[in-house]
């Protein structure tokens, strides 16, 4: 049975954009200090369900609800602190996080939203629920539209402009294993220039998924590797490189949910175990060679023709 290849736009972009670029910054929030009283009026004015608590330098302390303030309120307990009712088991996404990681997240605890914490400082700089996950897609869209016009202009002719037999566009990226914060940014950076040389849409959204997938195993998995993207006017060919660990088992490797990411990648979203699945799902051809202690030799192709 053929596998369906088709990925929409939202889905490619899901890929593509930051948390830090849907959130909503501006967020109600309360001192640990303040008392629960206060709290039913911030509630009331704001027609809030709840706050982040945050100290004096917006360190996320913890989180109170209106659950909590019901189940005070049932307490009989005298003017309490808020401290004394939040939640201080929290759970967070990074500001500097792809999407997908995020959506990830939602799907796994069933949360309406998400406190938004700086990687560094773990200071809180939003807050992320499903609606803006939505509005951010919806108004990027309409922003890459616009801004990619004249790029895809100049760059659209690029293999008839070229007097050869044939033509081959190379594109190297390297990748270093460990640097979260720029997760995703060379498959960012390959689909911009393919839509400035006018590739499809639908191919696109295809490349960028598998690579993206690619280039987080290596930030995961590795110290270091690159990849290398050929387009040609018959097909685009990805090659990810890394000289880590190696894979022990490609086959089992493959199966859904298996995954040898440690502890504190999979806390932060990542190491899901579909990398590889997804990435034999967008492409025609996939070819992947490891070897224990010296790396990982992963090819795959998307034929132009096949729309």
């Not at 992947?288 to 729309?307: A, P, R, W, Y």
Request: proline content about 3%.
């Amino acid at each position: 049975m053929a596998v369906d290849k088709r990925f929409t736009r939202a889905q490619e972009l899901v890929y593509e954009l930051k948390v830090c670029d849907v959130m909503t910054r501006e967020v109600i929030t309360v001192r640990p200090e303040n008392r629960m009283s206060e709290f039913r009026e911030i509630l009331k004015d704001n027609f809030i369900s709840g706050a982040p608590v945050v100290n004096d330098h917006h360190h996320l302390l913890g989180i109170v609800s209106i659950e909590d303030f019901i189940n005070w309120l049932n307490s009989g307990e005298g003017n309490i602190k808020i401290e004394e009712r939040m939640s201080r088991d929290v759970k967070t996404v990074y500001a500097d996080e792809p999407l997908i990681q995020a959506v990830s997240q939602f799907k796994k605890f069933g949360f309406g939203r998400f406190p938004v914490i700086e990687r560094e400082t773990r200071n809180l700089v939003g807050m992320l629920t499903k609606g803006d996950i939505i509005k951010g897609i919806l108004k990027q869209m309409e922003i890459d539209y616009h801004e990619e016009e004249i790029h895809r202009y100049r760059a659209s002719h690029i293999f008839e402009d070229i007097i050869a037999d044939n033509a081959t566009l190379t594109l190297q990226y390297t990748i270093d294993g460990g640097d979260f914060k720029n997760a995703g940014k060379s498959s960012s950076d390959l689909k911009k220039t393919l839509s400035r040389l006018n590739v499809h849409p639908k191919l696109i959204r295809r490349v960028v998924i598998a690579t993206y997938e690619a280039e987080m195993n290596i930030v995961i998995y590795t110290k270091k590797g690159e990849i290398i993207a050929e387009v040609t006017p018959e097909f685009i060919r990805i090659e990810a490189r890394d000289t880590g660990p190696g894979i022990p088992d490609i086959e089992k490797a493959m199966q859904s949910g298996y995954s040898t990411a440690p502890d504190w990648v999979r806390e932060m979203g990542f190491g899901a175990g579909i990398g590889l699945i997804n990435i034999k799902k967008c492409s025609d051809e996939m070819d992947i060679k490891s070897q224990v202690g010296k790396g990982t030799h992963l090819t795959f192709t998307i034929k132009m023709e096949n729309v």
